[in-house]
């Protein structure tokens, strides 16, 4: 299988090459580029077409999540996990908006970060706890579901965890069902609401009153 191709954006020197230098160590991960804002992310994304691009949230010139935006436009194909020290409600819902593959914090160990990226890659949305908790708070609290919501009461309890960034494993764990079962429950949901990927389903969830 080939290396997951990353580009990392910082607007931190010291940052991005020290996030970029430890990555290029971790295995099934190879860096192709770094960039210091926004604009120049997006460029080089388009540039060197990677699988997946970490993004800070506060640059110069333009931020990560407006660059998200115009990234998901140009090079819809390419996964965008935001990398910051900011979990802000405001952030968190605007990234999650605009489309990102993730939400995570700087404060990863590299093993984990990789892992993040793969997954990422895969299509798994993800959200640091400390962000899940944002978007929980910013979203308010579970209401009823939709009458004409065309899902099973079980599919709508693995929907509303998918919109939280839960991975399989830990919906499965959450729901006491199997891995394979949870996975077979996500690819009904997106097949029946016509959805893309565990991103929009996060979308969807929240257009809805899921969460």
């Known amino acids: 299988m080939s290396d997951v191709r990353v580009v990392v954006v910082d607007d931190q020197l010291l940052i991005r090459e020290s996030i970029a230098a ?8 190879s860096v192709v580029g770094t960039a210091g804002d926004g604009r120049a992310a997006v460029d080089l994304a388009v540039a060197e077409d990677p699988d997946v691009v970490l993004m800070d949230v506060r640059m110069p010139v333009m931020d990560g999540i407006d660059a998200l935006g ?4 140009r090079n819809p194909r390419t996964r965008v996990v935001m990398l910051t020290t900011f979990d802000d409600e405001e952030y968190v819902v605007r990234a999650l908006k605009a489309g ?9 160990p590299a093993v984990e970060l990789a892992a993040a990226v793969r997954l990422a890659h895969s299509g798994v949305v993800q959200f640091d706890p400390a962000a899940a908790a944002r978007l929980a708070t910013a979203l308010g609290h579970e209401r009823p579901v939709p009458h004409d919501l065309d899902l099973t009461e079980r599919e709508v309890d693995v ?17 006491h069902l199997s891995e394979g079962t949870v996975k077979n429950h996500v690819s009904r949901i997106l097949g029946r ?14 257009d809805h009153g899921l969460l």
Do not use: M
Not at 160 to 166: C, E, I, K, Q
């Open 100 to 108: 990102a593959s993730g939400y995570l914090l700087k404060d990863r």
């Open 159 to 175: 929907l509303r965890l998918v919109a939280t960034g839960s991975t399989n494993r830990e919906i499965a764990g959450r729901l």
């Open 70 to 73: 115009v990234l998901r436009r």
């Open 22 to 29: 430890l990555l290029d160590l971790q295995p099934g991960v």
């Open 193 to 206: 609401l016509g959805l893309r990927d565990r991103t929009q389903a996060a979308v969807y969830a929240r």
